[in-house]
Structure formats: C-alpha cells, structure tokens
C-alpha cells in the first residue's frame, strides 16, 4: 500500500511527509519504522511493521466554532457559568475514578512490543500527534460542579422522613400489642345488638361482680345485711325458692359464683346467683326455662309476676309463697352472657317488692354488664304483668290456687268438658246452655288432703267462646244485672260484689267483678257461694267455689283467683 493510494487512510498533516529514510529532529526514527537486526547501521533495508498505537484520527471537518475545553466539539460557545446536569451513574462523571493512561492503553505486559523486545515510548512515538484516544481521555478536565443547594436540602427532607416513618411503625407495633395487665373494658350503656359465635372463650365472671351488703340498704330501710358463706354447708347446695338450677333442659354454665345475705331482726335473707354461659342465646335458654320451673311451683303460690324494665338485656320477677309461710321474690335478669338469679326471702313479714330488688342489684349489673356484652342498667322500672304459661294454658294452675289452711292441702282437677254447673241460683240462666255461644268447657278442681275441708270442696270454672265480642259483653252484663237483683227476686238471697282488676301482658288493666252470695235455706241455717266472672275479648268466664260456714277463701284471696283467671284466659289467644 503507497501513501496515494486513494484507499490508505490519511494520515494526520504532521506525519504525511515522513518516509522510511527520514528521520526526526532528535535523530530517532520515524515511529512507523523501526530498523531490523538484518539492517545496517543507517536503517537501510528496514521492512514497515504494524503501528504499534492506535492510527491517527481522521481529519474531520473544523467546526465553524473553535474547540471549547472538556468537550470534543462544541457547536456553540456556552456561558462560563453553565453546569452540566448530573450525569448516568455508568457514564463517567465527576464521581467516578480518574482513568489513568494505563488503564486507557493496558499494562506493559497487555502493550505491543516492538521488533527488539523493547516497550515503545509513547511520548516519543507520538509527539506531536494528537489523536483519538488522547482526545476523548486526555482532553482537559472540567472542574467538579458543586452540589445543588436544592439537591442538599431535598435529601435531608428525604432523610429526616424515612427516619419518622421508622419511628411511627415501631411505636405503632408497640402500641397494638396486647398489655397483659390490661383492665377490663369500661361498661357500655347499650346491649350487644346482635351478639354472634366468637372463637375467644366467654368473658370472666368474678367474685367483685356480685353484691355487697352496703348495697342492700335500699331492698327495705331498716334492716342491716350480713354476709354469709353460701357454701359452707354440708346440706343439699343452695337453692333459691322453687328453682332448681341444673334443671334448665340438660345445658350447664360454664362458671357460677354465689352470694348469700341474712338480715337482721328476722327479716330474711338474700341469696344471688350469677352464672356465665358461652353465649347469650344459652343464657336466654337457661333463664326461660327458670322462670317456666318457678312459674309452675310445687306447693307454691304465685302472687305476682313483674316486667322489669331499664335493667338489662330481659328481666322478670315473681313473687311466690311456698308451703312453709316464706315469701321469695324471683327476680331473673340477663345481660349479654350472664345470668343472675336473686332470690329475697321474706320471713313473717310482706314480701319484697320487684321494684326494690331491681333497685339494690343496679349496681352489681353495672359491674357485670361489660364483661358480659350486655345492656347496662339505666332507669329501671317494675310493671305488674300476667303470670308464666302453663301446661293446661288459659286455665286456672296449681299456683294460682290459694290453700285455705296454711301448709295443708293439695289441689287436683279435671279436664276441660262440656259444663255441668248448678250455679248459686241467683244466675236465672241455664249455665249450661247459654244461647250464642260458640264454645263452652268446665272444668273442675277439688282440694285433697286438707282434714278441715268439707267433702266436695272446691273451684268450678267455665270458659265460653262468643262469635262476637259485644256478645260476650252482652251476656256478662245480663249476668251482672241477675246478682244486683237476686235478693229481690227471690227473697232468700243476699249478693255483695266488688270489682276486682288484674294486669294485662301489655301493662293494661283487665277488670272482672266478685260476689259473695248467701242463700237462706231455713230459719237457722244458710249456704254461701262465691261467683267470679269476667270478659276478655270474645270469651266470658265463670266461677263458683263453694265454701262451708267454716271453711272458705278469704276475700283477698278470693278475689286474686278471680284476677288471675282473668290474666289466664287472655293466654288462649
């Protein structure tokens, strides 16, 4: 190849005149050439050999602008303050290592040797020559630009966030982690509405839940409490009257705590049950079948049965007198999961109202109301209600039935039949045959085992259905208007009545009327009858009870039957 070949590169203006035979100014040869062992002295007969650097950069057109310092062509000059903006991380930046010729051109060992083994000079071999490699890494540096004050302040703000955001997560998980001395949850004034199935076991019941004496100073004033051990007893456990606690249909509590009270001057005692069941429909379960247990009491009087109101979730009271003189006031509450039985007893004295039993236990339900999920106490009030059903529904049961003689005797009746009724003659109608009505049952009930009742003493009661309501209304004032003028009519009789009124379901009043009739049958000798009626709604109802001159009901007593008949028969539907 010859230096007009059109196809040689060109070399750069300084080396285009050099030739094989010329030589430097410092007597070395030109870099292109170098002598042989073959060749003289005078480097004839030296032989070209491959460039041992990188040719010479092309001439490239002279941009119209001169050559600005850090940068290889420059179209335009730029103001002397002008910073270039921060570069790729893999291009070279002020940030990155110097390069150094080694690492442009390699180590010797990486270099091409000359023909003697002799490492070239560089300096030597291009003097003068500028080219591409020097251009690019060996221009002249640019200063390092100095950091962007907005840059700074925007990595400290960075900074200073990320470390916040580090503190709040640890306090956060701090905070959300459970505290094993945690307290109870304060107590709620509103019931769990819906409650549901919770994999957690049921809330803690626990012994500061129950009564203290000092709370009891309003169940009646006077009177001082005590408390007692309710366990320390080697007897049958502690009963309330008329309860037996494992009979509520096979279920148990998960825990029961007890609490028992004795008052002075003989004035009874108190005795608290609270249970905890696993869930409120359990407990709701338990405390029906309670109340249904107590409603049809063994040789037990029902006297009352209270709503109470503003207490909890559900609460009722009963009122009952068993066969040995002792009056027990039932009160049933249920918040949430619990389930508290208080029983106030009273010994020859009147019985405690619902009202101030509701009253004194407000303060243990607020204690247990929130463990429970239950509503909490507010403004509690007790409405006098219709009794428990019974099996034989709309008709007279064993409790709603006095004993004349205290402790002695048992009743017993039929069932429901056509009636057969002789009436105290003062009815002027045929109680058997009353026109208009739909339907018409008697049933009996006889008193047993009490050796001061005379023989066939008992309760006749007669239910009869109308089609209409003013039908039933019609003949009760026919009824009504027959006793007021028995004694005219017939001369031998004398009828004393008084209104009688009994509560409804629906805190309404129900009314029904008593008569004491006494029939002359001779100068020296007379029979009394007493008579009962009644309308609710479209049906009439009828008693008889036939007392002796000694035996008999008393008037009060006489005339709670005829009101509890009355609040029965509205149980029909």
């Known amino acids: ?103 442009v051109f390699g180590t010797a060992s990486e270099r091409p040797a000359t023909s003697d083994g002799t490492e070239p000079d560089p300096a030597a071999a291009g003097a003068g020559e500028p080219d591409a490699v020097s251009e690019v890494f060996l221009a002249p540096e640019t ?118 009270f004795t008052a002075t001057k003989s004035g009874g005692s108190l005795l608290q049950v609270v249970q905890s069941w696993p869930s409120a429909e359990a407990a709701t379960a338990a405390r029906e079948a309670l109340i249904a247990q107590a409603g049809a009491c063994e040789n037990g009087l029902l006297l009352s049965a209270d709503r109470v109101t503003g207490l909890a979730d559900s609460a009722d009271a009963l009122t009952l007198r068993t066969a040995d003189g002792v009056t027990h006031t039932l009160l049933f509450v249920r918040t949430g999961r619990f389930l508290s039985i208080l029983d106030a007893a009273a010994v020859k004295t009147d019985p405690f109202s619902a009202a101030a039993l509701a009253t004194a236990v407000v303060p243990s339900q607020r204690r247990q109301c929130g463990p429970a999920a239950g509503a909490c106490p507010g403004s509690v009030k007790a409405v006098a209600t219709t009794p428990p059903l019974t099996e034989t529904r709309g008709w007279l049961a064993w409790v709603d039935l006095s004993l004349p003689t205290a402790g002695s ?92 009124t009994a509560a409804a379901a629906n805190g309404k009043s129900l009314t029904a009327t008593s008569y004491l009739v006494t029939q002359r049958i001779s100068d020296s000798k007379t029979v009394a009858f007493r008579v009962g009626l009644a309308v609710v709604g479209n049906r009439m109802v009828y008693l008889l009870a036939n007392p002796s001159g000694s035996f008999d009901f008393s008037e009060d007593a006489w005339r709670a039957i005829v009101g509890r008949a009355t609040q029965r028969v509205t149980q029909l539907g």
């Open 1 to 103: 190849m010859s230096d007009t070949d059109p196809d040689q590169p060109r070399r750069a203006a300084d080396d285009a005149d050099e030739r094989p035979d010329q030589t430097r100014d410092d007597g070395s040869a030109p870099r292109s050439w170098v002598p042989t062992q073959e060749s003289g002295a005078d480097g004839a007969g030296g032989v070209e050999v491959t460039t041992p650097i990188p040719p010479p950069a092309p001439t490239l057109p002279e941009p119209a602008q001169p050559v600005s310092a850090g940068r290889r062509f420059s179209a335009e000059d730029l103001p002397e303050d002008w910073r270039s903006a921060a570069p790729r991380r893999s291009a070279v930046s002020v940030s990155s290592p110097p390069f150094s010729p080694g690492e």
């Open 143 to 260: 200063p390092a630009a100095a950091p962007d004050p907005r840059r700074r302040a925007l990595a400290w703000v960075a900074g200073i966030a990320a470390v916040a955001v580090v503190i709040g997560l640890i306090a956060w998980s701090v905070a959300a982690r459970p505290s094993p001395t945690a307290a109870v949850p304060a107590a709620v004034e509103t019931a769990s509405s819906t409650p549901t199935a919770s994999a957690t076991p049921p809330p803690a019941l626990v012994d500061t839940q129950l009564i203290v004496a000092t709370e009891l100073a309003k169940l009646r004033k006077g009177l001082s409490w005590t408390p007692q051990d309710a366990t320390a007893t080697t007897a049958a456990p502690l009963q309330p009257g008329c309860l037996e606690l494992s009979s509520t249909g096979g279920a148990s509590p998960d825990t029961e705590l007890k609490r028992l």
């Open 409 to 500: 005797g048992r009743w017993t009746a039929t069932d429901p039949l056509a009636p057969k009724l002789v009436g105290s003659q003062c009815e002027d109608l045929d109680l058997n045959k009353l026109s208009g009505t739909s339907t018409a049952l008697h049933r009996t009930y006889l008193l047993t085992n009490d050796p001061k009742a005379p023989e066939g003493f008992g309760i006749d009661e007669a239910i009869y259905t109308f089609p209409k309501e003013s039908s039933a209304a019609a003949l009760a004032k026919q009824l009504d208007q027959n006793f007021a003028g028995c004694g005219k009519r017939t001369r031998t009789a004398s009828v004393k009545e008084a209104a009688v």
